[in-house]
């Protein structure tokens, strides 16, 4: 079964420094994989996807995520933290081949310090 | 409407009593999909829908919950005789299978509290 393993629960960072949620999947298939964000009462919006064409894929607020099949990883990175960034980020995989529902891990709630 | 709108907000209800939950996607959105989310985990699928059909449910989708989507518009959530277990934030999305499905729009969620 498809699935992805957040490795951190709580990242914290300082405002202006580099951000970096790790995220490992399992498939047994070449995955679409997403990075979406949750912030206090508003819904789920999506910050990025990988569908297997570049592997290091741009996403929105400056946010990216560099897709290595050797170490099944797709972490997500900041190049510098902005309060506003501060929010609960989940790794997602497609359930199926090509296609959806899917399957969530159990996020990475991100705190940014001033 | 730009977004994907979900009622109630917030419902509280006694155990063994039924609830009923609506979404409404965007407009030209023919898929629709029911997620569980309770605190502390990421979202959890439960169903989905291809227009009106059903396409897919998930074996969390127990005898008690049942959901429909009648003209490929709204969708409902129904579950019968509640349990202090199924207390969750319940979350709609949906997607438009033209530019490949697989961008899902979520609603704010119904958040269900069962005492």
């Known amino acids: 079964a498809q699935s992805v393993t957040q490795l951190d629960s709580h990242v914290s960072v300082s405002e202006g420094t580099p951000v970096l949620l790790r995220c490992n999947y399992s498939s047994s298939y070449s995955p679409s994989l997403f990075w979406y964000v949750q912030h206090p009462n508003k819904g789920l919006q999506l910050l990025l996807k990988y569908t297997s064409a570049a592997t290091l894929v741009k996403g929105i607020n400056g946010f990216e995520a560099e897709f290595k099949k050797s170490e099944t990883s797709f972490h997500l990175t900041k190049p510098s933290a902005h309060m506003s960034d501060a929010a609960e980020y989940f790794c997602v995989v497609t359930l199926y081949s090509g296609n959806t529902p899917l399957v969530f891990g159990k996020g990475t709630r991100l705190s940014v310090i001033a | 409407d730009t977004g994907v709108s979900q009622n109630p907000r917030h419902k509280i209800t006694k155990r063994g009593q039924n609830v009923t939950f609506r979404c409404d996607p965007i407009?030209?959105?023919?898929?629709l999909y029911w997620y569980r989310q309770t605190l502390g985990q990421g979202p959890e699928f439960l169903t989905y829908f291809q227009n009106e059909a059903q396409l897919e449910k998930s074996r969390l989708l127990s005898d008690r919950f049942s959901a429909e989507r009648p003209k490929g518009s709204f969708s409902t959530l129904e579950i019968q005789r509640t349990e202090q277990g199924d207390s969750a934030m319940y979350l709609c999305?949906?997607?438009?299978?033209?530019?490949?499905?697989?961008?899902?729009?979520f609603g704010s969620g119904t958040q269900l509290s069962v005492l």
């Open positions: 407009s030209e959105h023919n898929r």
């Open positions: 999305a949906s997607s438009y299978t033209g530019d490949g499905g697989e961008k899902l729009f």
